[in-house]
């Protein structure tokens, strides 16, 4: 069985300004979604995806990462080869805010590639640095997803 959860952190969640609301059930249904998407042929899998704000990505960044700032995600995956796959993803939601608006695409999109993204990184998916990710088959997989989550 496959189980997504989707959860906010307090201190996004109570910012309730934005457009679309970290918090709402459209936003959580999008991210579940495109998390099940990624996870298709996966037959067991346990994913859980939280939404950071700068300061609290920017933690996870700086700890786990050794990077400084705020980024758009960060996944772990909490299961050894063989088991059902179980894994952590953080979306840092301000980020992902500002992506779409550099990009010029919808924010809805833009959580959805990065929910995907993270969820690929999961299941063992890796992609190099710099302007190659774009001709990665991770990214190339990635956007294939989005493609029919979007719809």
Known sequence: MVQVSVQVAPAL??????????????????????ARAALAGTPDAEISLTLLD????????REWLKHEGPT???????YEEG????????????????QARE????VREE????AIHGTL????YDHPDGAARLRSR??????????EVMG
Not at 13 to 32: G, H, I, K, V, Y
Not at 72 to 78: K, R
Not at 83 to 98: K, L, N, P, S, T
Not at 111 to 114: E, H, Q
Request: a positive charge; aromatic letters at 6%; glycine letters at 6%.
């Open 13 to 34: 969640a109570r910012r309730t300004r934005e457009r679309p609301s970290p918090a709402s059930a459209a936003t959580a249904a999008l991210l579940r979604r495109a």
């Open 121 to 124: 990184h999961v299941l063992g």
């Open 83 to 98: 088991e059902a796959v179980v894994g952590d993803v953080y979306i840092g939601f301000d980020q992902v805010v500002r």
């Open 54 to 61: 700068d300061p609290g990505i920017a933690d996870l960044n």
């Open 111 to 114: 959580l959805a590639r990065v």
């Open 138 to 147: 991770m990214w190339r997989l990635q956007e294939k997803i989005l493609r």
């Open 103 to 106: 990009n010029d695409v919808p």
């Open 72 to 78: 758009d995600v960060i996944s772990f995956p909490l």
